[in-house]
């Protein structure tokens, strides 16, 4: 089953932006239905696939994460974060993981290796055998990586037929792990989700986070759009945030999505695309509007 996220929003534009920041993909990765165009009938809604021909790209490009994990070179610290001072190396001791049952082999048709997806919805006994699997990836890539980590399975659940796995990370490596602005972080979500996935046989949402730095974040971008928006009612006039991952969108999207005098909307492409908040009425001699 290919991923499938819905958007809604005054205009079509604006559910659809909503809709990529969600499932973090760009326009051109995508297939969009318009469930309903908005105006005086209500909302506007749509529907965003990701395209099968990414479900062969990511494959290709797990082919080749499978056969560096299988090599014994070493990744070198400054790859991994050119602001974090390095730290000294050694191997926490990790208590074995508790027992969970085995990840369910992939049925014919389905999404593993071969290519397509389990067919079915996923069960909690299926979700249990994906975090364990996650979890004994994690620990191979940190290990791979030389920096030995502590990690917990801190919530297993199953989303809308979609397990959802959340990972912590515990060790003297964190500030490594996090990168710069998160960016090693969710470069090691990504590549961890997708492993998963192949491996189970079936699509899965892996959250991982490094010594509660995703809460951290997620207050302080709650922080920063709450100020924005008050700027941005105060002045009449739009405000533009920095680029941010589509997650970090996503909570800026949700903290003013009731806002009673702001709205949101995303701009740009790729790294460089950013939330910009916007008063709801015009200003009324010249200036910015959004209506």
């Given at each position: 089953?290919?991923?499938?996220?819905?958007?809604?929003?005054r205009?079509?534009?604006?559910?659809l932006?909503?809709?990529?920041?969600e499932?973090?993909?760009?326009?051109d990765?995508?297939?969009?239905?318009?469930?309903?165009e908005?105006?005086?009938a209500g909302?506007?809604?749509?529907?965003?696939?990701?395209?099968?021909?990414?479900?062969?790209l990511?494959d290709?490009?797990?082919?080749d994460?499978?056969?560096?994990?299988?090599?014994?070179?070493?990744?070198?610290?400054?790859e991994l974060?050119?602001?974090?001072?390095?730290?000294?190396?050694g191997?926490?001791?990790?208590?074995?993981?508790?027992?969970?049952?085995?990840?369910?082999?992939?049925?014919?048709?389905?999404?593993?290796?071969?290519?397509?997806?389990?067919?079915?919805?996923?069960?909690?006994?299926?979700?249990?055998?994906?975090?364990t699997?996650?979890?004994e990836?994690?620990?191979?890539?940190?290990?791979?990586?030389?920096?030995?980590s502590?990690?917990?399975?801190?919530?297993?659940?199953?989303?809308?037929g979609l397990?959802?796995?959340?990972?912590?990370?515990h060790?003297?490596?964190?500030?490594?792990?996090?990168?710069?602005?998160g960016?090693?972080?969710?470069a090691?979500q990504f590549l961890?989700?997708?492993m998963?996935?192949?491996?189970a046989?079936?699509?899965?949402r892996?959250i991982?986070?490094?010594?509660?730095?995703?809460?951290?974040?997620?207050?302080?971008?709650?922080?920063?759009?709450?100020?924005?928006?008050?700027?941005?009612a105060?002045?009449?006039?739009?405000?533009?945030?920095?680029?941010?991952?589509?997650?970090?969108?996503?909570i800026?999207?949700l903290?003013?999505?009731d806002h009673?005098?702001?709205?949101?909307?995303?701009?740009?492409?790729?790294?460089s695309r950013?939330?910009v908040?916007?008063p709801?009425?015009?200003?009324?001699?010249?200036?910015?509007?959004?209506?």
């Amino acid at each position: 089953m290919v991923e499938s996220v819905e958007g809604t929003g005054r205009t079509v534009d604006e559910a659809l932006e909503r809709a990529l920041d969600e499932i973090g993909l760009e326009r051109d990765e995508v297939e969009v239905t318009v469930l309903s165009e908005g105006g005086s009938a209500g909302q506007a809604r749509v529907v965003v696939t990701a395209r099968e021909d990414l479900e062969d790209l990511e494959d290709e490009e797990l082919d080749d994460a499978d056969d560096e994990l299988g090599d014994d070179e070493e990744i070198e610290e400054d790859e991994l974060g050119d602001e974090v001072d390095e730290q000294p190396r050694g191997r926490p001791a990790r208590t074995a993981p508790p027992a969970r049952a085995q990840p369910r082999a992939a049925a014919p048709g389905g999404n593993g290796p071969d290519g397509a997806e389990a067919a079915g919805r996923a069960t909690a006994a299926d979700a249990e055998a994906i975090a364990t699997l996650a979890e004994e990836i994690l620990v191979e890539l940190l290990d791979r990586m030389d920096l030995p980590s502590e990690v917990e399975v801190d919530d297993v659940a199953v989303d809308d037929g979609l397990p959802t796995i959340q990972l912590s990370i515990h060790g003297e490596f964190g500030g490594i792990l996090i990168g710069r602005h998160g960016d090693t972080l969710g470069a090691l979500q990504f590549l961890l989700g997708l492993m998963v996935g192949r491996r189970a046989g079936r699509r899965a949402r892996v959250i991982v986070d490094v010594e509660g730095y995703r809460e951290r974040r997620a207050n302080l971008l709650n922080d920063l759009a709450l100020r924005a928006a008050e700027r941005a009612a105060r002045y009449r006039q739009p405000i533009f945030m920095d680029p941010m991952a589509p997650g970090e969108r996503r909570i800026v999207h949700l903290a003013l999505q009731d806002h009673p005098a702001v709205q949101t909307h995303s701009i740009g492409e790729g790294d460089s695309r950013r939330v910009v908040v916007s008063p709801k009425q015009a200003q009324r001699f010249g200036g910015y509007s959004v209506e």
